[in-house]
């Protein structure tokens, strides 16, 4: 086994000595000898490094992983985005990976300054005009959105559109248990959400464009939430937003998303990144790290975390939220990917997955016995139904060596019906034989 | 045994003290890095592919800057950028231990990278293996009995610990009455933050003079309106909880629960288990003991794992081993639900998963043994340059106090963590834990040699003879110098645009 | 147009300006970072694996280091290291322009990287495909006929080329007779050494006032004893040899070959080709022209691509297309045998080749037109500050002269290199070509934007206004100051154990 | 395509404008119209970089890759040794990989630093006072040893023992031709060379191992050359080095080697890394670049490229060898791996392929009508003649999944014969499957 302890039994013999010690065993005088595990843990010896990446590589190749032998139509949150060699090189860089927090400014520039550009960049693709450095992802931003609606309303109602991603909105029910928040529900119609009239929430939360793929009407949900004095949360699907009026544009309070789509492999889930972006007047209910810049004892621009009163090493039990280690690393990946992409490029990125994603739905529902969930617009994602159930479409795929696309969740109240996604790496060969295997496996 | 400069980062000015531009800064319209590839799907106008009250007139103005200046602005970040590979990071409560190079090719192996979460279970049948082992793992180590990896963080594990708890209380019909979650003054902040976002007070239980817990104190404080209690042990102080049997059995005669804050596991591997200590929930951080890298403040990963009685509540759905040998997915009948969009900071996991199959039971035993004797030795050698406000065996990380110095010539912790910046180390963790003034709380992990340690205390010692006067000029070698932390929150500049705008506030 | 700071390299001390101790210095007896897969090979005493009298008594002593330290050690190292990627780096006559990152990727490639030499044609498939294209594209760039990819750098590829020219001449019955090889004064340092080594005389022919080849001369120098002639175009000046096709008619006119040094290949891709100029023979610094990166001095690769009528000669063996579609190795028929010891520097090829396939031919001539387009944007914007002893349209880098400094107030081009170092920049290269006192020789490349190359002028341009004391204490900013490098000639220290033993000599 | 150019037409247009010129077109008028080339390059346009990735990646599934379906049992002077995950991302450090050539040592600390730890091991590897800071590979290291020594003896003949690898010979041989030295083959007796007993040679060269995998008679050798008051050039398998005495200790004047088993992947033969090292008395005739300690302007200890006046840029047409580019990030990465390895596991590693090549040879050489080639005792690669042509066992094998070894080349006159090398990677079951797959393929 490799050990990646430095120390020698020399080492250890004077190092015990200095302390007046003459055993390792010495060490654990306070522990109560009860407690003492005999005989060691039960977990196997070490292996070498290469039986530990044989291991590995053996786990891997036992699972199907997205690439030409399963070309990947599936989205729902998580996308098949190129990733270009630059951005993994500096994302890898070990000065990012093995930093910790940057409790030093002075030694931690380097994370300070991308995490600064990084909340920039957001701001500007959500057109809010704060954003932190970052949550854990797409489902822990909305529970901290509804978290600072309630605080700053006073109100424990939220009104939750069904287009919210399904595992988002159990992860929000989840939470909610310890803080008492009522989520409500609210329905789709046609594949929009359609806003109840009466109540009183403190917030709505709606997704756009939302799961089925469908665009939103922002504009409706502003008014309806002003009709309530409410505040208007809105989870954004950043990939869009190269096209679509940002949340902002239509008067969100509040901007949540999930980051993985800026450079962040599939990765079966994780890590990927939340996206947290509001209006200024929120700042001090922010959730989480945000890095301001200031300057230093010599007046040189410098950057350092800042209004850290709302956090829980100095709030405690009053802070605004509980997030201590974040996702800083995909944060800073995700601004490096966003810079690559630039102005332009976000724009072309949105655009390709568009156009495929039209070319992909034209193709399906030109099959026979192929309809749409709904007729709502989309962009970059849509769901469809096929004849048969939609799970088994899926299964049958895999040997046409598709990732078909993801089951509608029965939560999301539209019946079964296959979410598919087309990221700009979709050839239209790709599609092509995808329709064409599509049309097989629903005979 | 001290070495020449064993594990100081000598890394230096390349050039200039000058300030790295902005991202904006560097953009110019018209210049891009981008590249796509070429898919032969059919065009479509713009208005065709977006309704018309959506379309975004004009672009998101990111930047636009050339591959190559987008590398050299990064690189030179990272530059200015203090990490565990540079040198020593004796952080106390944050186990920044070196991370093996292997755990960085497993998080990297397309086979596992490049698998979509929501993907059929058939084809996912070696990340379901790897999971389920590290469970298993996970499990052995903290004497428990099942586990949850869906947690991203360490508070993540704690709110999601605080909601099983509140779900076994519920179920036994407390829900209403047990309203209180007892924590220790050295917990923290997170621990005191997740309880109230849990939906509980905090009841404070004082240090008693060992630095341990007071178990009167908390006696006077347990009645049946106490949900649990959350501890660390080792503690904050470094110090292992001598009273922790006692304590467990008076918690559980109210019909609380116990809750254990695993940051300090990296002390008791192999040595002594949360299990056997009488804890019902354990969180741990994969990120400070299983060496997970940071990554500048993230992402980690917060497992938690729990008594049988308890698995019924874990967030679901659960990677488990079904009898045919294959794996596949559970829900827990009592599950509280997901906490996390899907599976957990699964690439995360999978590098714990790998440092732990390294080290194996043996390997892991030893990395506490190590990093127990490091602080250990550390104590015996700066005792008496420092204040140590408890003075006793410690486990693996051990808390200084400057008041001595602060009384005898105003050195701070504060100065004797610029100082230390100087001298090519990290600085530790200052004025945590809260209940000791001045705190210097140092945890030089089992990675660093002697060396670095002997070199370590060396410069910790220079320091403390150092006049007041040059420590507060100090970080003077660094990227910037002493910054101010103040103004940042009074003119607050968030975004390069509020900059422009002059600042909000 | 100058914009903030482009392309300077703003890193900087992170910490004080320690050295960094030798990897022997962190070494302790019995530490390792080692560990090897299990093989279940059957265990054998030593003894037995090796005759008696070869066997070492003791292990060689290497160094002893943990994982943990040695990345430590090599990541601190790094930082003490400028680089591209940090930085513009106007070396004139190396092309350190931007290398992207997906060659990186491509060289990484298990497919490629994996692949023994000796393999069977059968399993070699792509790679002698990637080989033959890139030989194909290389012959397009210069205008040749056949290539080969064996020589590992420029100067081997010299070499080979005069070698190729020996072959011609002796299969000419000329080998005894022609003993000359004409070089111009301001040729690279490489050029008469491999003439040498190449079995022939130098002859050195000088520039005229334009700073190209004094054809005058040149004729005087020609003779049938005249081998060859090497020749860069554009010159070491940065200048084209405008009468080039006098030139070659001349030397051909004698029976000599014409060799064409190709490091400066950058000025002129798609604009104008050796082969069309007249040349025999090419050699190209993938390292420079093909964004092979340099790493640190090597490794590069140096392809020499032939006329027809030479292309027999070429070392073997030759991968090919053959008749059939599939690719194979040929072995020319007059070849001079190999110059490697496999095939050449296999991965850097297939940077190089992946480098022009992004680019392609537009993508390639655009290179040329903007490396040209900073140069001699930058000759306008300092001609008046620093000397210009050619002041007519470059090419692709720009030779100044310090001189006038140097009479005004003592500032030398050394000096003016030291004090860039400090300003964030690499240093021009200085004292070449030596047919320029104080020559500061600057080639932006087209990678750097025109605010690095405004902000490079703007250094220029302050330093030249220094005082001459200050720029004496150049470079203050560095991980080390000015290196004495006499003393290291003097009391030679090129081991650490001869720094032990108080250094050789 | 991706375009690493920065500049806009914006850019290009004011660039021109100050420099009084109004189009590119007239950046080009000192080169002679006839030689302008019209209509640009004969290369096809740009690709994207996922397509340029692409084409890459299908040359790549072209090749059979060494690999668990290929498992590697060939070396001749390229090893399928593992290569440390912690090696790999150092040596791929940028700040290493994109620096040029040392000649601002103020800035250049890092690979200078390096290249002298670099220096160090080779040193001590070859038993030798002074090692360079690298050269091309194998062969060109022989070609500067003989270039050495013909300098310093004042003698242009050289006997070369035919167990030198074979391309080192040949390429020795075409640079023979420009410098006219005389080289003289020397036989193999039974796997090791027989030395000639008359002749004046300059120096002797013989590998150790040699190509046979045979250990040489270094003593002898150099009683041979004291005889003729010879130099005694020595090319070292730097592997096999940990278990056998150094070149140095038998007297070598010169010992040279390939660098690529440490660190370096099989590469398609290239980038490699020439080893050389001399003893002290030859460090001015010492070819390429040598770093060596100094200070600097504080006394701090510092490292720069020394003796260059030896060196071609300054010594121009007298310069002891034209190398400049050499192979500096391979050496570099052959420093870490040496560090990496470290006194006890240098040992282990000629071990275990010792270990290995023994299992191998004696399970080959129990096959029916399989014969040693030499009898003389060998270390890690070995040479065994089969009933069938070498060259035909290595075909069959690849359907086996084995690259079997390397078929020996006339040259070393030894007959036909398949050269086995076993390296550390290689597991009993990996060894034993090749076993059975010979006696299958020899049937
Ligand atoms: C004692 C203790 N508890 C909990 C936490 C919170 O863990 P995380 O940062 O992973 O959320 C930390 C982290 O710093 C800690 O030190
Ligand atoms: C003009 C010129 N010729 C030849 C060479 C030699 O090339 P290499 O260093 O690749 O051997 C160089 C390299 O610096 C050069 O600039």
């Known amino acids: ?443 | 045994m001290s070495g020449p400069a064993g594990g100081r980062a000598t890394s230096i000015p390349l050039m200039g003290r000058d300030e790295e531009p902005t991202v904006f800064e560097l953009s110019s319209t018209g210049r891009r890095a981008w590249s796509f590839r070429t898919t032969g799907v059919p065009e479509w106008p713009e208005d065709e592919l977006v309704p018309a009250g959506h379309r975004r007139d004009e672009p998101v103005p990111l930047a636009e800057v050339s591959e190559r200046d987008l590398v050299a602005h990064f690189t030179r970040l990272s530059h200015r950028q203090y990490s565990v590979d540079l040198g020593a990071y004796p952080l106390g409560s944050c186990t920044m231990k070196y991370n093996p190079k292997l755990c960085d090719d497993v998080a990297a192996m397309a086979g596992l990278a490049n698998v979509h979460p929501a993907a059929p279970v058939a084809t996912i049948q070696g990340w379901l293996e790897l999971l389920v082992e590290l469970g298993e793992s996970l499990c052995a180590i903290t004497g428990m009995h099942s586990a949850t990896l869906q947690p991203p963080a360490g508070a993540a594990g704690e709110l999601t610990g605080l909601l099983l708890m509140r779900a076994w209380h519920r179920d036994h019909g407390e829900d209403a009455t047990r309203r209180r979650v007892i924590i220790p003054d050295s917990a923290h902040g997170t621990n005191p933050a997740s309880v109230t976002l849990g939906g509980y007070e905090v009841t404070t239980v004082p240090s008693d003079d060992r630095g341990c817990v007071d178990v009167a104190a908390l006696r006077e404080r347990l009645d049946t309106d106490v949900a649990g209690i959350m501890l660390t042990n080792p503690n904050t102080l470094g110090l292992f909880e001598e009273d922790i049997l006692e304590i467990a059995r008076s918690v559980h005669e109210v019909g609380g629960l116990l809750y254990y804050d695993g940051a300090n596991l990296n002390a008791i591997l192999g040595v002594t288990r949360p299990g056997d200590m009488g804890f019902d929930i354990v969180h741990m951080n994969l990120h400070k003991t299983f060496a997970v890298p940071h990554g500048g403040g993230g992402p980690g990963a917060g497992p938690v794992a729990v008594s049988e009685r308890l698995a019924r509540y874990l967030p679901g759905p659960c990677p488990v081993r079904l009898a045919d040998g294959t794996f596949g997915w559970h829900a827990p009948d009592r599950s509280i639900g997901r906490v996390h969009s899907w599976h957990g900071n699964a690439l995360a996991l999978a590098r714990a998963a790998s440092y732990i199959v390294a080290n194996g039971g043996d390997g892991l035993q030893q990395v506490s043994e190590v990093a127990v004797l490091n602080a250990n030795w550390l104590r015996h050698r700066l005792r008496g340059v420092y204040d140590v406000p408890f003075d006793r065996p410690n486990m693996h990380e051990v808390v200084f106090s400057a008041t001595n110095l602060k009384k005898a010539r105003g050195l701070r912790a504060v100065d004797v963590a610029k100082r230390l910046l100087e001298e090519g180390f990290h600085a530790p963790t200052v004025y945590f834990p809260l209940i000791v003034d001045e705190a210097l709380m140092v945890e030089p992990t089992e990675t660093e040699s002697p060396e670095t340690v002997a070199a370590l205390a060396d410069a910790m010692e220079r320091i403390a003879q150092d006049s007041a006067d040059a420590a507060h000029d100090a970080p003077r070698t660094t990227p910037v110098g002493r910054v101010d932390e103040a103004r940042a929150a009074r003119q607050l500049i968030p975004t390069f645009d509020a900059r422009r705008s002059g600042g909000a506030d």
């Not at chain 1, 601004?335 to 992909?360: H, M, P, V």
């Not at chain 1, 739905?361 to 769901?383: K, Y």
């Open chain 1, 1 to 443: 086994m490799p050990s990646y302890v430095p120390h020698t039994d020399a080492d250890i013999a004077a190092m015990l000595a200095f302390c007046g010690l003459s055993s390792i065993d010495e060490l654990w005088e306070t522990i109560p000898s009860a407690l003492r595990l005999a005989g060691g843990l039960d977990i196997a010896p070490g292996l070498s490094e290469p039986d530990t990446l044989a291991r590995f590589e053996r786990l891997g190749a036992a699972n199907r992983a997205c690439g030409p032998d399963l070309v990947c139509f599936a989205g729902a949150g998580a996308y098949d985005h190129e990733i270009p060699s630059a951005i993994r090189r500096l994302a890898n860089r070990t000065e990012f990976v093995t930093a910790y927090t940057p409790y030093q400014p002075e030694v931690a520039q380097g994370v300070l300054q991308a995490l600064f550009e990084y909340q920039t960049l957001v701001a500007r693709l959500t057109g809010l005009e704060v954003a932190n450095a970052s949550l854990y992802d797409g489902a822990s931003a909305c529970v901290e959105a509804v978290n600072l609606a309630v605080a700053a309303a006073g109100r424990s109602t939220v009104w939750v559109s069904r287009g919210v991603h399904p595992t988002w909105r159990e992860t929000m029910r989840t939470f909610a248990a310890g803080t008492g928040h009522d989520l409500v529900d609210v329905d789709l119609v046609d594949g929009t959400t359609a806003w109840p009239a009466g109540g009183e929430p403190a917030a709505l939360l709606v997704q756009y464009p939302n799961h089925l793929g469908c665009v939103e009407d922002l504009a409706a949900a502003r008014a309806v939430a002003d009709a309530h004095g409410a505040m208007l949360l809105v989870a954004v699907d950043p990939v869009a937003a190269g096209m679509l009026r940002s949340a902002g544009d239509f008067g969100a309070d509040v901007a949540v998303g999930e980051g993985q789509p800026f450079g962040t492999p599939l990765s079966f889930g994780g890590p990927y990144l939340g996206l947290f972006a509001c209006r200024l007047e929120h700042v001090r209910r922010l959730p989480g790290r945000l890095v301001g810049e200031t300057v230093d004892a010599d007046g040189r621009r410098a950057y350092v975390t800042t209004l850290r009163t709302r956090e829980q090493d100095i709030r405690r039990e009053k802070a605004s939220s509980n997030v201590c280690t974040n996702q800083t690393l995909i944060a800073v990946t995700c601004a490096i990917q966003l810079a690559w992409l630039g102005t332009g490029g976000l724009r072309e990125l949105a655009r390709r997955c568009a156009r495929g994603a039209r070319y992909a739905r034209d193709g399906l529902l030109a099959l026979d016995g192929v309809e749409p969930v709904a007729t709502a617009p989309t962009i970059r994602e849509f769901a469809v139904r096929p004849p048969v159930d939609s799970a088994t479409v899926v299964d049958r795929m895999l040997e046409e060596g598709f990732l078909a696309g993801v089951p509608l969740d029965e939560s999301v109240g539209a019946g079964d019906g296959l979410l598919v996604a087309v990221t700009e790496r979709r050839t239209r060969d790709e599609i092509d034989a995808y329709v064409a295997a599509v049309e097989r496996v629903i005979k």
